[in-house]
């Protein structure tokens, strides 16, 4: 099964766990009996409203605040063989249950009339999901160019930083989604806290990956260095850097 086909699978599992939960509202439409009176918000009752905006958010939640920090740190803090390919499967599983909260988020936005909600948790969210969607693919093409020439590529500056915003502005989504549904401040604090800790320690390691970096690289200069000065001593010549 490719990628693509696994991501429209699931997303038509999200779209089909929507509309078996508006059916079992009793509502037939927008302006069915199950609406509860209320004129066209589609919902059988507050306590079924409630669990499908609690899933939404759980599963963005935990992608953006939780798996997709930890994604990132598994390709940094470790080293083994198909390495890059753990960390792709890894995050293609992450974005599938993004997608599926995604998909709920949507369908609520739509029947809610919040799509173009006043603090922009639709719109972001849509760009976020979007923009992730291509990401594998930019990773997969850095492989493939890296393993030719051993060196850094445009496409793996630009899947990393691409991620790295998407990741971001996701979490801070997070936030907006807690405010536009009136979560309980034990809930934003909750949140706040979870995000906080995985943010610090990618950017922990992230930080750390690029110092031990350079710190290989001004270890290789010294090595040629010295075998550079090696070399003209051997041969009775002078060292033009010295």
């Known amino acids: 099964m490719t990628e ?45 409203q409630q669990r499908i905006v609690m899933a939404h958010g759980i599963c963005m939640g935990l992608a953006f605040a939780v798996l997709f920090p ?3 740190i598994i390709l940094r803090a470790f080293s083994f063989r198909n390495l890059v390919w753990v960390h792709g ?36 969210g849509i760009i976020v999901i979007g923009v992730l969607l291509f990401q594998p693919l930019g990773g997969f093409i850095h492989h493939q160019i890296w393993k030719r020439k051993q060196s850094g ?15 971001i502005l996701g979490a801070i989504n997070g936030g ?23 943010f610090s320690l990618w950017l922990a390691v992230v930080v750390w990956k ?20 090696d070399s003209d001593i051997s041969t009775g010549r002078k060292n033009d850097r010295v």
């Open 176 to 198: 907006l989604g807690l405010q536009l549904s009136e979560n309980s401040r034990a809930g934003e604090i909750a949140y706040g806290v979870l995000a906080a800790f995985f």
């Open 70 to 72: 930890f994604g990132s």
């Open 4 to 48: 693509f086909t696994l991501l429209i699978r699931v997303a038509w599992l999200a779209l089909g766990l929507a509309t078996l939960a508006h059916a079992e509202e009793g509502g037939g439409g927008p302006g069915g009996e199950g609406s509860g009176g209320g004129g066209g918000q589609g919902f059988g009752n507050e306590a079924k």
């Open 210 to 229: 690029n110092t031990q970096g350079r710190r290989n690289e001004k270890d290789d200069l010294r090595g040629e260095e010295k075998y550079s000065t």
């Open 153 to 167: 590529t445009v496409w793996g500056v630009g899947h990393r930083w691409i991620g790295r915003t998407a990741l």
């Open 89 to 124: 499967g890894w995050q293609t599983f992450v974005y599938c249950i993004a997608l599926a909260g995604f998909g709920l988020g949507v369908w609520l936005a739509v029947l809610e009339d919040q799509l173009l909600a006043s603090n922009g948790h639709s719109i972001i």
